[in-house]
């Protein structure tokens, strides 16, 4: 623990009230912005998440839909139609969406972290906080694999969903 210096100490040092109040000032305002990064690297996961979930919706309703109709189109019920193309094209654009999702996430991180780098360099902000890797970035990216795995099975009519 550091001992807080006298009134003489800081005559002899040439720190005045005013002095130490500014250091204290620039300390609070640097660890404020070293923070507002991690605040802004939650909202990009939270961005994220909402991405996910939007996209997981419309793999999980196309690929139902999907197989709704293939159900029925085997029992002779009804005959191949635009349902089943409609499945389709959800489960595509569940997929398209989660891709954008992903890239945009990715563009948005590297450029946060060359931003913080950048602020670092120029001494506008110490300490070096952790970027762990984003379980919400590596989540999409497992639900992107799911839904063109199910894709692939579908349009070719190869795997478990064929």
Not at 33 to 48: C, I, K, N, V, Y
């Amino acid at each position: 623990m550091q001992a807080i210096p006298t009134a003489d100490e800081d005559l002899k040092t040439g720190i005045t009230a005013k002095r130490r109040s500014e250091e204290m000032s620039v300390e609070l305002a640097e660890r404020r912005t070293g923070m507002s990064f991690q605040r802004t690297r939650m909202s990009a996961d939270r961005t994220l998440m909402s991405i996910i979930r939007t996209s997981l919706s419309l793999i999980g309703f196309g690929f139902t839909i999907f197989q709704f109709f293939k159900k029925l189109q085997e029992a002779d019920v009804v005959r191949q139609g635009a349902a089943r193309h409609f499945g389709t094209s959800l489960l595509i654009l569940g997929c398209l969406m989660l891709t954008g999702g992903i890239g945009y996430h990715a563009a948005f991180m590297l450029e946060l972290r060359k931003t913080r780098a950048r602020m670092r360099e120029e001494g506008l902000i110490h300490g070096e906080s952790a970027y762990p890797a984003s379980l919400t970035l590596m989540t999409a990216v497992l639900l992107l694999v799911l839904g063109l795995i199910a894709f692939v099975s579908i349009a070719f009519h190869v795997g478990p969903f064929g």
